[in-house]
């Protein structure tokens, strides 16, 4: 089992930035690839960005490319979604997930989430 807490969300004005964290618990957090996604009322769950189990391999929804920055320090056991730029439409709950094999953009790979932490952008 892998434990996953999200935080760093919050209320923010449109252009402005914040920066989410999710800290692993459980398992050997090197060990697996990293995901970040996001779910707004009455909306399917949408990847937001990836990254491989040693941060050589990052991938990025087209909607936030040049804005989402994803990173991660296993030594903290910890992953990092850097968010500038915000606009409106970033308003979601934002998770985290981890999957021990793939760098996928497809939620239903992802074997282990978070609880999530709300982002709200202001306009």
């Known amino acids: 089992q892998v434990q996953l807490v999200e935080s760093g969300g919050g209320l923010v004005q449109a252009g402005g930035s914040l920066r989410l964290s999710c800290v692993a618990s459980?398992?050997?957090?090197?060990?697996?690839?990293m995901g970040w996604f996001r779910q707004s009322p009455g909306k399917e769950r949408e990847f937001v960005a990836a990254?491989?189990?040693?941060?050589?391999?990052?991938r990025d929804a087209d909607s936030v490319k040049g804005r989402f920055t994803i990173s991660r320090d296993n030594a903290k056991n910890t992953v990092y979604l850097q968010m500038n730029s915000l606009k409106p439409e970033d308003t979601a709950a934002y998770y985290c997930?981890?999957?021990?094999?793939?760098?996928?953009?497809?939620?239903?790979?992802?074997?282990?989430w978070g609880q999530g932490t709300q982002v709200t952008v202001s306009s």
């Open positions: 997930a981890a999957d021990p094999h793939l760098v996928s953009t497809t939620a239903e790979e992802y074997k282990y």
């Open positions: 459980g398992r050997t957090f090197s060990n697996y690839n």
């Open positions: 990254i491989s189990w040693n941060g050589g391999l990052t």
